[in-house]
């Protein structure tokens, strides 16, 4: 399989920096994911309630996913489900893959069509929705200028103007052509290419937890790279509890308890560029070029997977003045923002956000 998101993490990695980058690049080495070795159960077969939980590497991260069924049967094929699903979609959308839908709609000339997987197609759809909802903020199309960026990072030198306006004309969701009836996907301009990177982890997440409700899961946590969807309540009847990484320091920095929603965080901590000792973000604000410098982390809270994804990705670009305003109209949305220096980080929320956290 190969990784989902760039090789950033790999130069993260040759620094000796964190586990999930490790993960990453042994991720390349590995052909495909077993399902089978690790499930455990932490209740006996025949309870009422049995959760089964599995750890795994997919989509270029570290996954957990942990089902509660009536009984152990069920939760074990409905965590599988889940693991078929993230391949279904690391097949389907990333960029790595040549045959993706992805893949291949970025080898495509500008105004050729492609027929794509209705997961693709309503994927790009309601990132489309995302995109015109933030501003443009959020944008699939900002692929030409994360290779640039990862080229500059690869060669240590930043990118100059020249380069940056060169591939920002390829650059713009309002260049994506959907058709819902015939399911096909356009790029409308020579060089454009899509990247799903800032959605897909989310989206995963959603289908994930539908194929465990098919199966007859009545509970799910299913974690990947740190987006979590937290569906109905553990096997003892509580709320699911998520933490939201200290950007500053090891550990947590607060704890929230979840039920019937997703969270996400986007920010530096993970995945960088890194041009001469500076971390420069892997999310680049498209109507500049350059690198997100607002806020190290953004944690968004929303229904679904999806949607906490692609938030987390579009309140990176934007000014906390900018975006606070536009979280609290949105509904169903509450968001955290922790920011510098890391002596004395300045913590901005929504009005709602504190009724989750529990410590
Ligand atoms: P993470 O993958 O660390 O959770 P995000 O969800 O924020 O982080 O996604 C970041 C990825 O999204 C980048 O690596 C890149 O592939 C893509 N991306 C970068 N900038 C944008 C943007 N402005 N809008 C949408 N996607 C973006
Ligand atoms: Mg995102």
Redesign the pocket.
Known sequence: MEPWHTEMALDAVRRGARMRGMLRRQLLTLPTVVITLAIGCSRPADSPRAEYKHSDQVMGTFAEVKAVAPNAEVAKAAVAAAYARFDDVNRLMSDYVDDSDIGRLNQLAAGQLLTVAPETFRCLQRGVVISTESGGAFDMTCRPLVLCWRAAAKAQRLPTEQELSNVRQAVGYEKIVLDEGSRTVMLTVDNMQVDL???A??YALDLAWQAMREKGATSAMIDVGG?VVAMGTRADGKPWRIGVRHPFQDGMYCTLRLRDCAV?T?GVQQQFFEIDGRRYSHIIDPRTGQPAAQSPSVTVIASDGLTA??W??AFSVLSIAEAQPMAEQLDGIEVLWISGPAESPQVVQTSGFAAYVTE
Request: net charge negative.
């Open positions: 990177g800032g959605i982890k989310g987006d996400a986007s994804d692609a987390a990705t």
